[in-house]
């Protein structure tokens, strides 16, 4: 007996839109809603609370977008996305200039090799991301590993101060999100097809030619897919600006965090959150157009 179509698309479409129904529509409509409130001396600490189906149109009523007036009245936010934002593309470009050689260098390392290499890419995956970032502190620091070293080799005559700056936070979001740039190259890289290189060299292509009219245009998509894997995160990074960043790194996520736990704002944390999810929605759609473009 066949199955009807419909009822196989069913089967086929129904778990992914259940799976995004319950962990993103449902989290994302929670998050509105606590936007929507109005911040309150209560547990939780926002109103108007639900009180069954019979108060819903009190309960709809009660509900404003004054949080996001707030937003948009006072300049710290926008300053906070847009050095967001900035500090990002930094981190995406430095992890995209570090992160191609490297997944180049994968690709082209005999086949017996690359499997080993792939793991050494991920190894840091092993290690809690906390962890990590702490190392960077005793690493930065005046008195930190970096410094010793630069003094011992007499490159530099004092300790450079780059724990608490902008440098730091870039070099912890370069390292963080490193290899989120460099597996995708990685694979776009090893799918490529060599005899258009070598085609490219019998034709008298030097090797940087090669490189910048064959190679990268091929693997395009995958540079595509690692930019968008580093940027999208490293907006709305806190821990590595909480961290290595000093009083004057401003980004998003540590606003964000501060509402929520300090300030205890729920309704205003709830409201950033929702508008830089809506503002990422643009570079994703900027990002899918490119990769099908590069893809056609």
């Not at 710290?76 to 992890?95: P, Q």
């Not at 090893?190 to 245009?217: F, K, N, Q």
Request: proline residues 8%; glycine residues 6%.
């Amino acid at each position: 007996m066949a199955v009807p179509r419909r009822l196989l698309r069913l089967f086929v479409v129904g778990p992914p839109l259940l799976w995004l129904g319950l962990f993103f529509l449902l989290p994302f409509a929670i998050v509105l809603r606590i936007a929507l409130s109005d911040s309150a001396p209560a547990l939780p600490p926002y109103a108007p609370h639900w009180e069954g189906w019979s108060r819903l149109g009190a309960f709809l009523a009660a509900l404003d977008g004054e949080t996001f007036a707030v937003i948009l009245a006072d300049s710290l936010y926008l300053d906070a996305l847009l050095s967001s934002l900035r500090l990002a593309a930094l981190a995406t470009l430095l992890a995209l200039l570090v992160g191609f050689p490297l997944a180049y260098a994968m690709a082209s390392a005999p086949r017996r090799w690359q499997t080993a290499l792939v793991v050494l890419v991920i190894l840091p995956f092993w290690t809690s991301f906390l962890i990590r970032v702490y190392a960077w502190i005793a690493i930065l620091r005046p008195e930190g590993v970096l410094n010793l070293v630069l003094l011992r080799l007499g490159v530099i005559s004092e300790p450079l101060r780059i724990l608490n700056t902008e440098a730091a936070v870039l070099i912890g979001l370069v390292y963080s999100y490193l290899p989120f740039m460099v597996l995708p190259v990685y694979a776009a890289l090893e799918r490529l097809d060599r005899s258009l290189i070598e085609a490219a060299a019998d034709l008298g292509a030097p090797p940087l030619r090669r490189l910048l009219t064959v190679t990268i245009p091929l693997a395009k998509p995958g540079i595509l897919a690692g930019a968008f894997l580093v940027f999208v995160p490293a907006v709305g990074e806190f821990v590595v600006p909480d961290l290595l960043g000093g009083p004057d790194t401003l980004m998003i996520g540590k606003v964000l965090w501060t509402d929520f736990f300090s300030n205890r704002d729920w309704p205003l944390a709830s409201a950033v959150a929702v508008l830089l999810l809506l503002l990422l929605v643009g570079p994703i759609l900027f990002f899918q157009r490119l990769a099908k473009g590069a893809a056609a």
